[in-house]
């Protein structure tokens, strides 16, 4: 923890001052949180299945390069952003938690994307963050999504990591959306990275009246990752969709936590995880859905199924419902199992080698996330990524998904 108090120290001349208003104000009160929590460990209920400190241990080097957001639309740096969208920076974030205060205290900018009111934006914006260099390197990203009343978008935020050595990369990350009365969110979040990447993300999102929000998390590949998504539907018939799938195998480590809050009645909220686990990987999922007193007429459905594909793979799941109205319709469950074996030797059977066997398996498994995405030419291409993924020649490990 010291390292990153020192490094805010050494780096604050730099950013005070030379960065928006906005986010200096926020700065030194972000810190000292951080120096007061410190990181989360596991007695903390939302970090329980991940190590942070451990993550977080070597001295990393930090980028201050300006953000690559030329010629995508609606998108702004924090100081050229219109004023209805800087006003919510750091408005939707819990900045109570110690990982997202610490990159409130060193971001150097915001990736703003703004939809005004009764705008469709006709083609996906994409926001790709790719971490390379020459030493143990962070990035610390933060995102302002802002989505006025009537407004709709399918926004991409992707993850790589290249490089041909030794050297760790770190990625913290903090999203922030508000969604108007009436706005429509496609998002989708996608990692392939490899195992010297850290990825550590939260996502908050706030929807008001008759908002739609549909998020859709996809891990490929990765070192260690822990995304946080915390929804809070605010606004009488808002609804919002989850649907996540991991494919994790080597010593891969993937944690997802999420929180779906129904604060107001008439809201619907979707929820779908899937993991593939193969060789040493550990996983976990857990996923609360709060339904606060008041909120009558809630429908909410949440399942996370889980295939297990070897004896040394460990999944840990907690799906959680906290309930304080009593005219709602609520379920959950979570499965966990090993491959069909019957399945297996029927393919066999027919002249499908064992390897394939098992690839098919996998696929068809995982596939019920992907085809829930709406961008039809997406989840054409996730189908094609997923097939090589699974495939025992791609799985090398060294690059995004494979050479």
């Not at 946080?228 to 195998?249: R, T």
Request: hydrophobic share 40%; aromatic share 6%; proline share 2%.
């Amino acid at each position: 923890m010291n390292q990153y108090v020192k490094l805010y120290n050494e780096i604050r001349p730099l950013l005070m001052g030379h960065t928006d208003e906005l986010l200096d104000a926020k700065r030194d009160e972000a810190i000292s949180t951080f120096e007061a929590k410190g990181f989360p460990t596991k007695k903390v209920e939302r970090y329980r299945y991940t190590d942070v400190a451990e993550a977080f241990a070597p001295d990393y080097g930090m980028s201050l390069a300006p953000l690559a957001i030329e010629g995508v639309p609606y998108t702004y740096t924090m100081k050229s952003a219109p004023a209805q969208a800087t006003a919510c920076y750091n408005t939707v974030a819990d900045s109570a938690d110690s990982l997202t205060a610490l990159n409130t205290a060193l971001v150097s900018d915001v990736v703003v994307i703004y939809v005004p009111r009764n705008t469709r934006a006709e083609m996906p914006i994409r926001i790709e963050n790719t971490m390379c260099g020459e030493q143990d390197t962070m990035s610390v990203r933060r995102v302002l999504i802002v989505m006025e009343e009537q407004s709709e978008a399918t926004v991409f935020l992707v993850d790589h990591a290249k490089g041909e050595d030794d050297h760790k990369f770190l990625n913290l990350q903090v999203v922030e959306v508000v969604c108007r009365e009436g706005a429509h969110l496609d998002m989708y979040e996608i990692e392939e990275t490899d195992e010297r990447c850290r990825r550590f993300s939260n996502l908050y999102i706030h929807a008001e009246a008759s908002a739609s929000v549909r998020h859709n998390n996809v891990t490929l590949s990765n070192g260690t990752t822990r995304n946080g998504i915390d929804i809070y539907l605010k606004g009488s018939g808002a609804e919002a969709v989850l649907n996540g799938a991991v494919i994790a195998d080597r010593q891969q480590h993937v944690d997802n936590n999420t929180l779906i809050d129904h604060q107001v009645a008439g809201c619907t909220s979707n929820e779908l995880y899937k993991y593939v686990l193969d060789d040493d990987a550990v996983c976990a999922f857990a996923g609360r859905i709060l339904v606060r007193e008041g909120a009558q007429q809630t429908s909410s459905q949440e399942t996370n199924n889980n295939m297990v594909a070897s004896e040394n793979a460990r999944m840990y799941t907690q799906p959680m419902l906290e309930i304080y109205a009593d005219d709602v319709k609520c379920a959950h469950g979570s499965t966990v199992g090993v491959m069909d074996q019957s399945a297996l030797f029927y393919m066999q059977q027919r002249g499908i080698p064992l390897e394939t066997a098992r690839m098919l398996l996998k696929n068809a498994f995982i596939s019920q996330v992907i085809d829930e995405m709406k961008w039809t030419a997406f989840r054409d291409r996730m189908h094609i990524l997923v097939d090589k993924r699974l495939s025992k020649e791609e799985r090398c490990g060294t690059c995004k998904i494979c050479k």
